[in-house]
């Protein structure tokens, strides 16, 4: 379990504290629910992923993110393409609980994805900030598809409208 995961955060304080609570954006309709490959495995290529931290904006410490830029994190990442679609779903080995799931359209060999907004609470100081995660990576796959590079952006809409958002570098091969 990495404890940078946005998802963990999240799901360990509601699951903690409600047993009822769900992760929805209350100003979006709820997506359709997802089938998921016959065999429980996420759909995708299995691909290594190494995320770098280049830097945090905003109040950090109201989330209590204290990771250090330049800290480099080894993901299990499933990609999967079809047409113009991509989807990248890391870390695989926590999903579908704890995973960063990001849609989004290649262009030749240049993408862009976003992952939908969740809601939920993380635990600060002893206090239970309401947050809102979302994310997003633009960025390139090589010339013969086996590896990529890109930037991705975590963003934290926290209850008193300040916003955290943490900058990665995308680092990443097909295995």
Same mark, same amino acid.
């Given at each position: 379990m990495n404890p940078r995961s946005p998802i963990l955060l999240l799901t360990c304080v509601v699951a903690c504290s409600s047993p009822t609570a769900t992760f929805t954006d209350p100003t979006q309709p709820a997506p359709p629910p997802e089938m998921p490959p016959p065999d429980g495995r996420v759909e995708g290529e299995p691909w290594s992923l190494i995320t770098?931290?280049?830097a945090v904006h905003g109040p950090a410490l109201t989330i209590c993110w204290e990771t250090p830029d330049g800290s480099a994190v080894t993901w299990e990442m499933a990609v999967a393409r079809s047409g113009d679609e991509v989807k990248f779903v890391y870390d695989v080995r926590n999903w579908p609980t704890d995973a960063v799931e990001l849609r989004g359209r290649v262009n030749t060999v240049s993408f862009v994805a976003k992952s939908p907004p969740s809601s939920g609470k993380m635990p600060c100081h002893g206090i239970q900030q309401s947050v809102v995660f979302?994310?997003?990576?633009? #960025?390139?796959?090589? =010339?013969? #598809? =086996?590896?990529i590079i890109g930037t991705e952006v975590w963003t934290y809409k926290l209850s008193n409208k300040k916003v955290v958002s943490i900058e990665f570098e995308w680092r990443g091969s097909r295995k």
């Open positions: 770098t931290q280049k979302s994310s997003q990576v633009t #960025g390139e796959f090589s =010339a013969d #598809g =086996a590896s």
